[in-house]
């Protein structure tokens, strides 16, 4: 059971930067496919972007393209998300997610694809 806690959430203003952490209890994320989602209160989780274990690809949703970005530090077990740019539409709890990456790594975009979710953190952006 992979435990996740997620970190660096908190207050920002429009235009500013935030770098949220994940760490997992596992020795090594290797094995891992990982990312992040987002959820505002009253609406449906939104994918944010993810990592492949595979070739440590990433891929993100359209609403964060360019702004945001997922690196991974698989020795110190911990996923990162770094965010600038950031705008109020982006305030919302976000969750380090992961699941098992079998060969075949394919591209995950559902909630329900992921096995593992952390606590949340919250982000705030006033303008």
């Known amino acids: 059971q992979v435990q996740l806690v997620e970190s660096g959430g908190g207050s920002v203003q429009a235009g500013g930067s935030l770098t949220l952490s994940c760490a997992a209890s596992e020795r090594t994320l290797s094995p891992y496919h990982m990312g992040w989602f987002r959820q505002v209160p009253g609406k449906e989780l939104e994918f944010v972007g993810a990592i492949r274990r595979s070739s440590d690809s990433t891929y993100y949703a359209d609403s964060v393209e360019g702004r945001f970005s997922i690196s991974r530090d698989n020795a110190k077990s911990t996923l990162f998300l770094h965010m600038i740019s950031l705008k109020p539409e982006d305030s919302a709890v976000y969750y380090c997610?992961?699941?098992?990456?079998?060969?075949?790594?394919?591209?995950?975009?559902?909630?329900?694809?992921?096995?593992?979710w952390g606590q949340g953190t919250q982000v705030t952006v006033s303008s």
């Open positions: 997610v992961a699941r098992v990456a079998y060969q075949g790594d394919s591209y995950y975009y559902s909630a329900s694809d992921y096995t593992y």
